[in-house]
């Protein structure tokens, strides 16, 4: 496995909890099919999945932060739009060139995704008007 949990990771809310972990069961399957070579077909396949984890779990972040009134509605739609075109671009442009998608989407989960949940996730649940 690639990408390990860590419950430091933890933003206290639980929905929030369990989406993330998903995404890091997403990204792992999608990082050991890059790893194993596997074909086009099931590479798309578990980057769809990874990719509809995601914008799942945007979208139900910002519902919920607009409904608890978070001031950091706004930072949040902008980083997670940031984060989803990142994620398209590393599929659909990076791939086919010389660029290794695997580093690349270890630089996304690494030093983006996490960070993020890290930083931003755990301060806007703390952040209600
Ligand atoms: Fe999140
Ligand atoms: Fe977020």
Do not use: C
Not at 97 to 122: C, F, N, Q
Request: proline fraction near 1%.
């Amino acid at each position: 496995m690639r990408y390990v949990w860590n419950d430091e990771y933890l933003t206290g809310n639980k929905k929030i909890d369990d989406q993330h972990r998903l995404i890091f069961d997403a990204a792992n399957m999608l990082s050991d099919a890059v790893k194993r070579g596997k074909e086009e077909q099931i590479l798309n396949q578990a980057f769809t999945l990874l990719l509809d984890y995601v914008n799942t779990h945007f979208s139900d972040e910002e519902d919920y932060y607009e409904k608890i009134g978070s001031s950091l509605l706004t930072a949040q739609k902008d980083e997670h739009q940031s984060l989803i075109n990142e994620l398209r671009e590393i599929w659909y442009e990076k791939r086919h060139g010389s660029t290794d998608a695997g580093t690349d989407l270890d630089y996304w989960m690494e030093k983006r995704l996490i960070p993020h949940i890290v930083a931003e996730d755990t301060q806007a649940q703390k952040t209600t008007k």
